[in-house]
Each structure stands twice: as structure tokens, then as C-alpha cells.
């Protein structure tokens, strides 16, 4: 999924952690998202300012495994790295949500087994909600 703003008609200054509030309910019970933050210029070159990951299994900590119950709306915080970022006049601020990043990030099998001993995998049906109540949302750090 990409969304993108309008082409921006002043500067903005974002510094920090920027997060992706998504409302999601995944068909699997475990599944990844990976969200990216790309200044998008006018001439069509896009380059990479953030970016975040979650595998839903340890969406509480790396050291507890939870899955989840497929097809059942979930929040998640995807906190981004660290960044600064002057996006100017005319650019697109565009954010990217995927549920695999491979070969930078190992498979998720989407089954909730051990990914790296079992041979089953499933495709993972992300939906994205944006209805009032559980409205998916980008928050920048902006100064």
C-alpha cells in the first residue's frame, strides 16, 4: 500500500521517531509489517527517510511469543528509526506499508509455526482500517 500527500506547498521539518498507528485485521495468526517514510521529489526520485518493522508473534516484546486470532481487528504502533528530514516545496511525503521486506528481513510463514524448520506458508490477507474509531495514521515528529 502507498499513500501520499499533495505536493507540499511549504517546508517541513520532521526530527525523530515517527510511528505508524495502523488498525489492521491480518487473515494469519502471525504476520509482518514493514512501513517506510520516502520524500518523494518533484522529477519523480523517492528516497527512503524512515523506517520500521513488526512481527506480529513478538508485537510485545522479542523474548513472548502471542499470536494473534486471524480476521480479528488489532492496533499496532510501529515505531520508525531515528531520522531528520527537511522535506521541501513540491515534494510528497509517501508512506509504504508491506507485509514482507525479503531478502532484508527473514520470511514469515504466516502459519504461526517455527519459520525456520517448517515448509508450510500461507498468504497473509492484510486489511487496513481508516473508519472512524480506528482510523490507521502516520505521526511525524514535525518542529
Do not use: W
Not at 502507498?2 to 511549504?10: A, D, E, I, N, V
Not at 509489517?33 to 506480529?56: N, T, W, Y
Not at 499496532?76 to 506499508?97: D, N, Q, S, V
Request: aromatic letters at 6%; glycine letters at 6%; charged letters at 25%.
Amino acid at each position: 500500500m502507498r499513500y501520499r500527500t499533495s505536493p507540499l506547498k511549504k517546508l517541513i521539518l520532521i526530527v525523530g521517531n515517527p510511528v505508524v498507528v495502523l488498525y489492521t485485521a491480518p487473515s494469519a495468526p502471525d504476520t509482518d509489517f514493514h512501513v517506510r517514510i520516502v520524500d518523494e521529489e518533484p522529477c519523480g526520485k523517492a528516497l527512503e527517510i524512515s523506517s520500521g518493522a513488526i512481527r506480529l508473534r513478538h508485537q510485545n516484546g522479542l523474548y513472548k511469543e502471542e499470536l494473534i486470532e486471524p480476521n480479528q481487528p488489532i492496533k499496532l504502533e510501529i515505531k520508525m528509526g531515528p531520522t531528520a528530514c527537511l522535506f521541501k516545496p513540491g515534494h510528497i511525503i509517501r508512506l509504504e506499508i508491506t507485509s514482507s521486506d525479503f531478502p532484508s528481513y527473514d520470511r514469515n510463514h504466516n502459519t504461526g509455526g517455527n519459520d525456520l524448520f517448517e515448509d508450510k506458508m500461507v498468504i497473509a490477507k492484510q486489511t487496513v482500517f481508516h473508519q472512524a474509531g480506528m482510523e490507521s495514521h502516520l505521526k511525524l515528529p514535525v518542529l
